[in-house]
């Protein structure tokens, strides 16, 4: 028996682990080499960083992909930079990395705090940015954070490299903008002044995927007003992108906690989540609805804290 719900973390299944399918398996030297390679396997080709999330897919037969195209090499794609008024983070940097840094963290605490709850300390040791990105599970942390700072995802392909914003990037579940023979190299996150981020999440055990989640970034204009605002729930919709009527609720308005409550109970009517075994569409709401509201506040705190920082870690 098989019962779904948003994201594959929530996929229960009784029956016993299978193994993957037959596929044939490259170690990609270099960007322009891993290009070459997903160019020669075509559609069927899928690239494996840390694993975590297409692993167990593929076990399950879940995802059957002919050609693995390894990229754990590719250290040209493990950075973190500012640049231009932007935070750079290469595809290939991991978990632990985010979260140990000390750039990240003031500029951008709401990473954070997902990569705090996120998996265990093997999985963020060894799993990418990039790769969560491209998993484009609804369920998924990090992706609801690039949301609501409003990152864009650099693409490099035959083609040249492209640009394509966070809200443009998901698809659909499990599918992204990165068509074949493409690869996400890079993704930028806009720093802001007088700005705060914060993400709340909760789980039925620590480090398990979200019953619900969500992401809240703002920016304070000299008056004290929210200037800017970005918005990114997880594991309540199939879209990362619904949530444009919270954010013109806020630009304008002084940051109080009546303001955040009619925040929560907008995202809480805008969502669209599913009963499944993590709890029922109503619960989901409401904590869709609870934890907006918790995000935004703390994320106000933080830029009334941050000064011309950009952001600050609480």
């Known amino acids: 028996m098989t019962v779904r719900s948003y994201g594959f973390g929530a996929i229960a299944l009784e029956a016993a682990v299978q193994v993957p399918a037959t596929f044939e398996y490259r170690r990609a030297s270099s960007v322009e080499d891993a290009l ?34 390894d990229i754990n090499d590719l250290h040209e794609l493990d950075y973190l930079r500012l640049e231009g008024g932007e935070l750079l983070i290469g595809a290939l940097t991991r978990h632990r990395t985010l979260l140990e840094s000390e750039l990240v963290g003031r500029l951008f605490p709401i990473f954070h705090d997902a990569e705090r709850v996120i998996a265990d300390p093997p999985v963020r040791n060894r799993g990418t940015i990039g790769g969560s990105l491209c998993q484009a599970d609804p369920a998924e942390d990090l992706s609801a954070v690039c949301t609501a700072v409003r990152a864009v995802a650099v693409i490099l392909g035959p083609g040249g490299r492209r640009s394509v914003p966070m809200q443009e990037f998901y698809r659909g579940p499990y599918e992204t903008a990165v068509g074949a023979g493409e690869l996400l190299v ?11 981020s914060a993400y709340r999440k909760v789980e039925r055990k620590t480090g398990d995927w979200a019953v619900a989640a969500a992401g809240g970034a703002l920016s304070l204009a000299d008056d004290g007003r929210i200037g800017w605002a970005g918005i990114g729930l997880a594991a309540v919709s199939t879209s990362l992108a619904g949530y444009r009527r919270v954010e013109e609720a806020l630009v304008g308005r002084e940051p109080t906690d009546e303001l955040f409550t009619e925040a929560g109970r907008i995202a809480a009517e805008d969502c669209d989540p599913l009963s499944d075994l993590r709890g029922t569409e109503e619960y989901k709401r409401h904590l869709a609805g609870e934890l907006t509201h918790r995000a935004l506040t703390l994320a106000a705190e933080r830029a009334r804290a941050a000064g011309g920082t950009g952001g600050k870690d609480a």
């Open 186 to 196: 890079e993704i930028r996150v806009p720093v802001r002044p007088n700005a705060g």
């Open 36 to 69: 070459a390679l997903l160019e020669r396997f075509g559609e069927e080709a899928r690239v494996i960083a840390g694993g975590h999330s297409l692993l167990p897919m593929m076990k399950l037969r879940l995802a059957r992909p002919e050609f693995l195209v």
